[in-house]
C-alpha cells in the first residue's frame, strides 16, 4: 500500500467563518482508511449533519439507515451518533477539511461548533479510493 503525506493544515476557520462556511450545507461525508486490523470494516466514515439538534433514538435510526442505503454499505461497525465539536481546517484542498474534536486540548485551542456526528467504520464500493489508494477525503452535500 503506498504512503501517502498527512493533510497539512494552513490555518483553522474562525467561529464566524464557519458560520458562513456552513450556510446551505446538509451534511459533510468523510472517509479515511480504517485501522488495517479492521479488514471486515476499511473505511472509517464520518458524517457531520449541520444541526446542533438532538435526536432521539428512533430518529438517529432512520438517518443511519439512510446514509447505509444511499452509500450502499454492506458492513459497518463501531457506530457513534451524538453531538460532538467540529473545527475546520484549511489545508491545499477546495473545501475546509471538518476535524472531529475528541481531545479536550483541541475543543480549548481550535475553534469549533457543535454538530450531530455519525462516526463508524463500515465496507462500501462508494470509496474505492480510501481502500485501493488509501486517501481521506470529504464532500459536501448542500441544501437543494
Known sequence: MQENK??????YLNIDE?????????????AAPAPEHFKDTPV????F??????????????????FISDYEITKYAEVMSQLMPVGFAVTVHDTPMPMLLV???????????????IDFLADSREFEEVTTKSLTGWSYVYES
Open 49 to 66: 449533519l449541520n444541526t446542533s439538534e438532538h435526536f432521539p433514538d428512533e430518529i438517529k435510526e432512520m438517518i443511519f439507515d439512510k
Open 44 to 47: 472509517h466514515l464520518t458524517i
Open 103 to 117: 481531545k479536550p486540548q483541541d475543543q480549548s485551542s481550535i475553534p469549533h461548533v457543535p454538530m450531530h456526528v
Open 18 to 30: 464557519i458560520n458562513t462556511h456552513l450556510e446551505k450545507v446538509e451534511y459533510i461525508i468523510m
Open 6 to 11: 498527512a493533510i497539512k493544515t494552513e490555518r
